[in-house]
Every structure is written in C-alpha cells, then in structure tokens.
C-alpha cells in the first residue's frame, strides 16, 4: 500500500544550523512528491515539489530536497534556520492523477535563538 | 491570483447538531477541490474531491458529506456532528491536469463539544 513515513516527530535546532527532515515514501509507481510547511493555526503552504529530471529540487525559502529512487526518500534540507522557520512540515506523495495526497506524520521543527 | 477563502474561521457546537462548512475559490475555473479533516497535532487526511460541479467523490467519509454547487465553492456538511469530527477542516484545489500541487485554504478550526 502507499504510503509517506516521516521518522522524526520532533526536531529541535540551534538558529544557524542546518536542518534535515526525513520522508520516505512506498509507491510503486512514478511517484510525485511536495514538502509544506504549516504555521500555527494556519493552512498548508508548498516549500517545493519533485515530478522528475534533477533529483535536487529547489523551493522557497532556501529549502531544497533530495529525491532518491533507490531508497525511495525525499529529504528536506535547509544549510542555516532560523527561528522562523519554526513549524509543522509534512511531506506528501501524489498518486492517481493527483486525486489522492498522501501526507505524512509531520515533523515539528522549533528554532531555539 | 489564485485566493481561497474558508469560512467560518472557527465554530464551536454542540454534540448532534448540524454542521456546514465553505470554501470558495476566485481566480481560477473548473479547479480540482478537496476537503481534508486534520485533527490535533495530526497529519492530514482526504476526506473528499471534486473535478467538477455536482460531482464528488468520498475518500473517507466520517459521517460527513460535501457538495459542489457551484464552479468556485465546495461545501462540506452533516447533519449530526459527533465529539470526533473536532479538528480542523482544510480545502484546498489543484489544476484539473496530471499531478499538480495542491494548494491549501486558511482553514476552518470546529470543536465539538
């Protein structure tokens, strides 16, 4: 069955570090992959998405992620947070025309300063 | 551009009574929308789309139904709420092609009581 994992429910990060959140995904097919991000009280907003080419996508905010076919993960990186960068991201996974959004777990990210 | 808007913003009610819930999308025609039920702290989960006026399709149902009465509005209702339909209530649309990004409405928070 399909499906997206996040490992992480919770990271905490320095302001000026760097950030790795994990998403892995179970899909047979081309999979189609979104990272968003969710403040507090707010809806879903698209930091960046994969449909195929540079496994590298780049999306707002300096965020950026890795697609890798072989270990069927798409991971979100950030080279420096900060504090408001402090949020919810889930990583999602199209499937069937873009009918069906799959989302993960979530991972809260808090930036101490 | 593109704007969503949800209403209402929050809603407080009663366990057993009715419930109906709007979005509304300008800017755009003939969009995919979608409602998805989030509860607390928890990931997101597709409850409903629809490609076109007065056709949707239940994903998970949760004793609820929805409608598209019109073009650019998509309502999700019930008749009798139950304690676990609190959360908060996102809809989103997406372009009616392939697998496009869908993007998300500010939401709509409901506590049951």
């Known amino acids: 069955a399909q499906s997206v994992t996040q490992p992480d429910a919770r990271v905490t990060v320095s302001e000026g570090a760097s950030l790795q959140l994990r998403c892995k995904y179970s899909y047979s097919a081309t999979p189609y992959l979104f990272w968003y991000v969710q403040y507090p009280r707010q809806g879903l907003q698209l930091l960046l998405k994969y449909y195929s080419g540079d496994p590298v996508v780049q999306g707002v905010n300096s965020f950026e992620a890795e697609f890798s076919k072989s270990n069927s993960s798409f991971h979100l990186q950030k080279a420096s947070v900060h504090w408001s960068d402090s949020a919810v991201y889930f990583c999602a996974l199209s499937m069937e025309g873009g009918r069906a959004l799959i989302f993960g777990t979530g991972t809260t990210v808090s930036v101490s300063p | 551009a593109q704007t969503i808007h949800q209403w209402p913003v929050a809603e407080i009610k009663a366990v057993g009574s009715p419930l109906s819930l709007g979005c509304t999308i300008k800017g755009k025609s003939s969009p995919n929308l979608y409602w998805y039920w989030q509860a607390t702290g928890g990931t997101l989960q597709q409850l409903f789309y629809?490609?076109?006026?007065?056709?949707v399709e239940s994903v998970v149902q949760l004793n609820l139904s929805a409608s598209r009465p019109k073009d650019d509005q998509f309502i999700l209702s019930t008749e009798k709420l139950l304690l676990s339909h609190s959360g908060f209530y996102l809809c989103?649309?997406?372009?009616?092609?392939?697998?496009?990004?869908?993007?998300f409405g500010p939401g709509t928070r409901l506590t049951v009581l």
């Open positions: 629809s490609i076109t006026v007065g056709q």
């Open positions: 989103a649309w997406s372009l009616g092609t392939g697998n496009a990004e869908q993007f």
